[in-house]
């Protein structure tokens, strides 16, 4: 069951966003770049990088399926409490439901802690010559659907709230080379809040993944593209309040992702300024 993501998100009512280790500018012959580093990118970037962060999690989320039969409480991926929210954290789902038919498999689970609550739902199905079957780790190509809320119970205070669904297609299992598309959509909503001042901004992403190659290393243990290409686009609507004075504004952005070896190559724009630059996204085991 895809319950990991609870420690993937634990910044999340911190608002700590994850920044990519090794990020640099990149430069193309006769082409202008603007600065990574323009105040008015910055936090673009920040949410570019964190979407990648939780594809790339959400890639092995979907191989882990190969290994357990989706809801088995047995998985020790059920463990829903984040140790850096709360120091002594439940461990158990308030709810647990888990179901086959017609082909896949049903997962939903919900979990509420002293900060945030959480509801997951998974559908997992898997083939085998392009037949559904029940589970089965010699399965040749799996469809792994996953929906999540994950909610700050204090909307008061600073804080941020996480949605999202993602819809991958695992195929060429029977290979050493995995082939991976698929479709996700993320909404992320950033709220700050200090004395008399306020900030909100809200991240929605349309996501296309084309293509991604993932090679295989001791079964299917590394989730890491060794090539393959992500399309997104991006608006991002801002409200703000800072003594009295108040406002609000909307920007859209067109994104595409290259990916080569565990390095993403990402060009963004906003219609008029375009950003570049490089990643080590992951690292990348196995050879081909």
């Keep these: 069951m895809r319950l990991g993501k609870l420690s993937a998100l634990v910044g999340v009512i911190f608002c700590t966003l994850v920044f990519f280790i090794g990020c640099s500018d990149s430069t193309s012959s006769g082409i202008q770049y603007a600065d990574i580093d323009d105040e008015d990118f910055v936090p ?13 999690f959400d890639l092995g989320q979907g191989f882990s399926n190969l290994y357990v039969v989706p809801g088995d409480e047995g998985n020790d ?16 789902p308030d709810s647990l439901f888990s179901s086959y038919s017609n ?25 085998i010559d392009d037949t559904p079957v029940e589970f089965d780790a010699s399965a040749d190509e799996v469809n792994f659907i996953e929906n999540y809320e994950f909610t700050a119970l204090e909307q008061t205070e600073t804080h ?9 297609n695992f195929s060429d299992l029977d290979t050493d080379i995995a082939t991976i598309g698929g479709t996700a959509e993320h909404d992320r909503s950033v709220y700050w809040v200090s004395g008399d001042s306020s900030l909100t901004s809200v991240y929605n992403f349309d996501a296309e993944y084309t293509n991604l190659q993932i090679l295989k290393y001791e079964n299917w ?17 801002t409200s703000w309040d800072f003594d009295g004075d108040t406002g609000t504004g909307n ?21 008029s300024s375009t950003w570049r630059y490089t990643c080590d996204v992951c690292t990348v085991n196995g050879t081909i």
């Design 103 to 127: 082909g896949w498999y049903y997962v939903y689970a919900d979990y509420t802690s002293s900060v945030y609550s959480v509801v997951i739902e998974d559908s997992v199905q898997y083939l």
């Design 44 to 56: 673009v970037k920040a949410q570019i990088d964190t979407l990648l962060t939780e594809m790339v």
């Design 221 to 237: 243990s590394c989730n890491c593209p060794n090539a393959g290409m992500a399309t997104l686009t991006m608006t991002r609507g």
């Design 77 to 92: 991926v059920v463990q829903l409490g984040p140790a850096a929210l709360e120091p002594d954290p439940e461990t158990d």
């Design 251 to 271: 920007t859209s952005w067109t994104i595409t992702v290259v990916f080569d070896a565990g390095t993403a190559t990402v060009t963004a724009s906003d219609g």
């Design 160 to 168: 941020c709230d996480y949605s999202g669904r993602s819809d991958f």
